[in-house]
């Protein structure tokens, strides 16, 4: 069983939500950048919704960060 098996929808909101405060971005900007609202992205920190790899990738791309970090 390799590590990404191992990776849930909560792991990679907490790291999104974890990462988005120590660089001090709000859920709101992060939603700006993501191009969804900021309830999206709440539930997406929170594990509670499932979301498209772009979004992942505005995501990052709006924390200063490669996917691989959020996924880690």
């Not at 909560?10 to 859920?27: F, H, L, M």
């Not at 920190?45 to 709006?62: C, D, M, R, Y």
Request: avoid cysteine.
């Amino acid at each position: 069983m390799n590590n990404m098996s191992m990776i849930t929808l909560e792991t990679i909101g907490r790291n999104i939500a974890k990462i988005r405060a120590e660089k001090g971005v709000s859920q709101e900007d992060l939603a700006g950048i993501a191009e969804v609202n900021r309830g999206y992205i709440s539930r997406i920190e929170n594990g509670h919704v499932a979301f498209s790899i772009p979004v992942l990738l505005k995501i990052a791309q709006g924390l200063k960060v490669s996917p691989d970090k959020l996924l880690s």
